[in-house]
């Protein structure tokens, strides 16, 4: 039995690394749902207007070029060399700060007190109007992302123990550590976080004691921008910033589903748990079935963890009473 | 104020009566927006620009004028059917669907509404018999054709000699991508080399359990049938195994410059098959730019001429262009339906010297279609990605296709379908 050889390990400790970047996307789900109650449908679409907004700034693009080249009949495409990759990440996270209060500005805002449902509804509706201003901004074709991480197999690793893990990879699970540890800092020492949880937990509760729950949503989902931000960089790198990025929230949902909507711990756990599942499963058993079984395991498997645990592994349970 | 009223109505009335002025309406079911668009959008720009050519610089087909309506797909079959039931009405002469997915369900429609589809190096590969495919067409070759020619290079490479040989198909899970494994698991039998299939389901923006697999069985050549975001994770995940990227083989959907840009110097010697020359290096690119680049009247930025899927959409548009010419030449009129379109393409001859006065010298393969062949000549060369200089190079000539293995197959599969979809099908002389 190959169970614990080399390749045995290779997979395990490639499937934790998927899981790592599966979980970058879930975290902006986490965020979002935690302190707002809304499923945020355009999470995805998110990572993917980021990832391109931070190539068009590093490469110097014309914003909406395509646009002004055909009003005007001019022939814009580029403003210069482009900008040092430390400004376009400050310039990209700035845009998406701006960006998330014009989602709560002029969407969210006007839907306080609605049900979920219709939030969740609206979002759908933001990710298209994402997906179309990104195509519209910075247009359609693939661009290559490079912010300086390491790419190519680790020859330390593959010395040591002849197992080949990316470079990429390590990085993207060092940035997850960083973040996990960072948001839960903001989260639970300062005041703006204080004031998340206590519209998390109640907003009635909040806004009676003087929280405003627009600015928290601002908040929420700047934060929400910075991390899908993150995940855009990180799958940008592996696949080149295209359309399809705006898919990596397909991968987000098993993971959500089984670690929970409401905890970033749970992210990170149903996010390993469904990499390392994903990848033993279709290795080891995949070839039975006819092979590309990712993406439908993932799904299953966190089906099986919801016959069991409806709110996921750390989720929070809802009671309605009536 | 009567008269002129009077004058005004019988102007009107005439003007309605006379029939408008008519057009060659070629639609483009194109992909703009969505995960495959960086892939839809040169071919659209180059099929279109082509068109525009032939109106700003000839005045048209003829005289006639070209219609290229665009109708976007978002690659998404159930978008496409509607695309082509939404334009079928204007007269449209023929369908590049640029999908096999939406050629697949065309097939039945078209053919009953006598509308040809040239589904150029893709679709349904039996389609290539047109005794029973009369209205679909697939020159200038098919996807059995290209994986016979890869398996003939990969066997050039190795002496003649390929068995006991391993080859793996890393695959896109649809029915696109399933295409050649029939032709594969016959060559394997005829070569005596052993062949895994590794499928990668939509989009294929994660592969790691499949190039796991590459890892652990250590084939000797991996060929690819992917398209979209599938072929940049491929390219980069093989090149992060560091598997020799000299025995990584696209088909031409898996060769173009957004499949290996991403991947950096990491992609340097990877090949693909194609059936068209690369670059702008060609006598047409002049009057492209005088007639339509200049003019302001490109379909797209200009960013993408020279690339491969541009040149690929212009040499579809030339090749119905051509077409129609041979239809009006034979039905004596310009204003030619779509069933005399089928037999201009059913008469189509685009050979090199006829290339060369087009500004193509070279471009592509001379082209000679048939009533019984509607699957052109069957030829592929290899081209290989120099990640340094940013370019595509041809590394061999033209090569033929198995014809031995292909043929038969092609018989059995569309004699399955004539009787499934219950047509006789028809003599050829």
Do not use: C, M
């Given at each position: 039995m190959a169970f614990f050889d080399v390749f045995f390990w290779e997979v395990v400790v490639s499937g934790l690394l998927a899981g790592v970047m599966y979980s970058l996307v879930a975290l902006g789900f986490v965020l979002i749902f935690k302190a707002s109650?809304?499923?945020?449908?355009?999470q995805g679409v998110l990572a993917l207007f980021a990832a391109l907004t931070l190539v068009g700034f590093q490469t110097g693009q014309v914003p909406f070029s395509h646009l002004i080249n055909a009003v005007l009949g001019t022939n814009i495409q580029?403003?210069?060399?482009g900008t040092h990759t430390f400004l376009a990440i400050v310039l990209t996270l700035l845009v998406m700060i701006g960006l998330a209060w014009l989602i709560v500005r002029l969407a969210l805002s006007k839907l306080v007190n609605q049900e979920g449902i219709i939030l969740f509804m609206a979002t759908i509706g933001l990710a298209y109007v994402l997906e179309g201003l990104g195509d519209i901004m910075w247009g359609a074709d693939v661009k290559t992302l490079d912010v300086g991480l390491p790419t190519g197999p680790s020859d330390t690793i593959i010395d040591a123990t002849g197992m080949f893990v990316e470079k990429l990879e390590i990085a993207a699970a060092i940035v997850a550590v960083l973040l996990v540890v960072s948001l839960t800092i903001f989260s639970q020492y300062t005041k703006m976080g204080r004031a998340l949880r206590a519209v998390a937990d109640d907003h009635q509760a909040a806004l009676s004691v003087g929280i405003s729950l627009e600015t928290i949503w601002w908040v929420v989902w700047s934060v929400a921008g910075i991390v899908a931000l993150v995940a855009g960089v990180m799958w940008g790198a592996k696949s080149?910033?295209?359309?399809?990025?705006?898919?990596i929230a397909l991968k987000a949902l098993p993971v959500l589903m089984l670690g929970g909507f409401t905890s970033i711990p749970g992210a990170i756990i149903g996010g390993l748990i469904i990499g390392v599942g994903e990848k033993l499963f279709e290795i080891y058993l995949g070839p039975m079935l006819g092979g590309a079984t990712e993406n439908w395991f993932a799904y299953m498997l966190a089906l099986v963890f919801l016959l069991f645990r409806p709110q996921g592994l750390f989720g929070e349970r809802i009671i309605e009473r009536v | 104020m009567k008269l002129t009223r009077i004058a005004l109505a019988t102007a009107l009335a005439v003007g309605l009566a006379t029939p408008a002025m008519a057009e060659l309406v070629f639609p483009s079911l194109s992909?703009?927006?969505?995960?495959?668009a960086p892939n839809g959008i040169p071919f659209a720009d180059g099929y279109s620009d082509y068109f525009t050519l032939i109106n700003e610089r000839?005045?048209?087909i003829e005289g006639v004028k070209i219609d290229n309506p665009e109708c976007e797909t978002g690659y998404n079959t159930t978008k496409g059917v509607e695309c082509y039931e939404s334009t079928k009405?204007?007269?449209?002469?023929?369908?590049?669907?640029?999908?096999t997915g939406i050629t697949y369900q065309l097939i039945p429609k078209a053919t009953a509404d006598k509308v040809p589809i040239h589904s150029m190096g893709y679709g349904?590969?039996?389609?290539?018999?047109g005794k029973v495919f009369e209205y679909i067409f697939n020159y200038p070759g098919t996807y059995w054709d290209a994986a016979s020619i890869i398996v003939k290079y990969i066997m050039s490479e190795e002496g003649g000699d390929i068995s006991g040989k391993k080859l793996a198909l890393v695959y896109h899970n649809s029915a696109y991508g399933k295409e050649p494994i029939r032709t594969l698991e016959k060559l394997s039998e005829k070569h005596g080399f052993s062949l895994t299939l590794l499928p990668v389901d939509h989009?294929?923006?994660?592969?790691k359990a499949t190039w796991l697999q590459v890892r652990r069985d250590r084939p000797d050549y991996v060929i690819m049938w992917g398209w979209g975001v599938m072929n940049q994770v491929a390219i980069k995940e093989a090149a992060s195994i560091r598997f020799p990227m000299d025995h990584f083989i696209g088909v031409w959907w898996s060769a173009s410059e957004n499949d290996v840009l991403p991947a950096g110097d990491g992609a340097d010697g990877y090949k693909a098959i194609t059936f068209h020359g690369v670059?702008?290096?060609?006598?047409i690119y002049a009057d492209l730019k005088k007639h339509v680049y200049d003019t302001g009247k490109?379909?797209?930025?200009?960013?993408?001429?020279?690339t491969v899927l541009y040149n690929r959409g212009m040499v579809a548009a030339m090749w119905a262009v051509e077409a129609a010419r041979t239809a009006m030449t034979i039905?004596?009129?310009?204003?030619?339906t779509p069933a005399m379109m089928r037999d201009g393409m059913e008469a189509l001859n685009v050979d090199e010297a006829r290339l060369e006065e087009l500004?193509?010298?070279?471009?592509t393969v001379p082209v000679k279609v048939s009533c019984a062949n509607?699957?052109?000549?069957g030829l592929g060369a290899i081209q290989q990605w120099d990640a340094k200089a940013k370019k595509w190079s041809l590394i061999t000539d033209y090569i033929p296709a198995d014809r031995e293995v292909v043929d038969p197959l092609i018989e059995e599969d569309s004699a399955a379908y004539a009787k499934e979809a219950n047509i006789t099908p028809r003599t050829c002389e």
């Open positions: 109650g809304i499923f945020n449908f355009a580029h403003w210069g060399e080149g910033v295209q359309f399809s990025l705006s898919l | 992909y703009r927006t969505g995960p495959y000839d005045g048209g009405g204007l007269g449209s002469l023929v369908y590049q669907p640029l999908s349904r590969t039996s389609a290539a018999n989009p294929g923006q994660e592969q670059g702008d290096d060609f006598p490109a379909a797209g930025d200009g960013t993408n001429a020279g039905h004596d009129t310009k204003d030619i500004g193509l010298p070279g471009f509607h699957g052109g000549p």
